[in-house]
């Protein structure tokens, strides 16, 4: 486990000036654009170089309260992001916007936005087809649905379903806590771990209505007390894994195309038996682009958990623990080549870049890291 010092946030304005020299100058040759939600009040972007994973130090590219969470059109050069008015005395109301992606200089331009029906969404996503925006409001206890024009414009809210329940941690399970919205990869149904009540909620959905109808109980059941947080995608569609917050575990669930079905075949721990570090909560995990490793990041530990998958169960097995070198690690993001790992650690502010080796899944401190204030969310763009 490597160890690397962490970053500080240096003043915008003493740095704006030479900012903008030296990213017009880095920028010429850049192929890829990466986002950086945050807990602040602006979308952050910088240039990406995907041979040696140097990140361009980040400027703002759009201002919004607190756009935690972002998501890419599929075909589009649009961004979505969920956020909220911040103001002092400003209604409490949150809202998706759309922005137009200048492919060239990674600016963001607001098309048009929409209602979120909380006081802030913690996540949002599109389908495969771009008709559908969905959002979870973690506070309010729902999930909600909204339209997506042809040309990525916002619709109208279409869908608002409440979830209800609760479950055994006495402080974070008293109500519902919808965390995450997950499209399947049939782009049939839509998936929601809700971290107060330990279930998957799933959702069917008409791509094009934009209607969410919720599926027949039983939900997925997970154990009492684990919290279900966020979740991907095997690349083969067969496999589904779904980090679980409070009890720092992943489990591995396989998933039936056509009937939505979910069924966990293995929990593990994204921690040493050992373990007896600072208290624990995890939050991200996503396959790699190979298909052959999954990662998950802990907070408080302060790591991200490397796992090698089984090629023909989809099972777990652990390889290593490597330190995110800052302060919990709240996002992170595979390269679209999966050459490389950005880690967002929210509390230290900074992002810090990582080697992958495609061939044991293992990460390397590229000695690569930037500042960025609270990030929370990491997305990848192909430049022009």
């Not at 479950?167 to 149904?189: E, K, V, W």
């Not at 095997?234 to 939505?260: D, F, K, P, Q």
């Not at 169960?313 to 690690?329: A, C, H, I, N």
């Amino acid at each position: 486990m490597s160890l690397l010092g962490s970053s500080r946030l240096f003043p915008i304005s003493l740095v704006v000036a030479a900012v903008a020299v030296a990213c017009s100058e880095e920028e010429r040759t850049v192929k890829h654009w990466v986002y950086f939600g945050t807990g602040a009040s602006h979308i952050y972007v910088s240039a990406f170089d995907p041979v040696s994973g140097q990140v361009v130090t980040p400027r703002e590219a759009a201002e919004i309260g607190r756009p935690g969470f972002l998501a890419i059109h599929p075909s589009a050069d649009i961004l979505y992001a969920v956020g909220r008015d911040t103001r002092e005395g400003s209604p409490p109301e949150g809202f998706a916007v759309a922005f137009r992606i200048d492919t060239a200089t990674g600016d963001l331009q607001e098309i048009n936005r929409g209602p979120t029906a909380g006081r802030g969404a913690s996540h949002v996503a599109v389908n495969a087809s771009a008709t559908v925006l969905a959002a979870v409001n973690y506070g309010d206890g729902n999930t909600v649905s909204l339209a997506l024009k042809a040309d990525g414009r916002i619709g109208e809210l279409v869908s608002d379903l409440p979830h209800s329940g609760s479950s055994a941690h006495p402080q974070r399970q008293t109500g519902p806590h919808p965390h995450s919205a997950n499209f399947t990869p049939d782009d049939n149904f839509l998936i929601v771990p809700d971290l107060g009540t330990d279930e998957l909620v799933a959702y069917s959905v008409d791509p094009s209505t934009a209607r969410l109808a919720r599926r027949p109980d039983p939900q997925v059941k997970m154990a009492p007390g684990s919290g279900p947080r966020h979740m991907t995608f095997h690349s083969n569609g067969r496999w589904a894994y779904v980090i679980n917050e409070l009890a720092s575990t992943i489990t591995v669930l396989e998933y039936a195309t056509g009937t939505g079905a979910l069924e966990p075949v293995q929990t593990i721990s994204t921690l040493p038996g050992d373990y007896d570090g600072p208290a624990n909560t995890t939050a991200e995990v996503l396959v790699h682009p190979n298909g052959r490793f999954l990662y998950g990041s802990n907070r408080g530990s302060n790591t991200i958990a490397v796992f090698a998958i089984e090629p023909s169960t989809g099972r777990l097995s652990p390889r290593e623990l490597e330190s995110t070198g800052g302060d919990w690690p709240r996002n992170f993001r595979l390269s679209p080549d999966g050459a490389f790992l950005l880690v967002a650690n929210q509390r230290s502010d900074d992002v810090h870049v990582f080697r992958v080796d495609s061939q044991t899944g293992a990460l390397t401190p590229s000695g690569d890291s930037v500042s960025v204030p609270g990030p929370m969310c990491v997305r990848f763009v192909p430049a022009q």
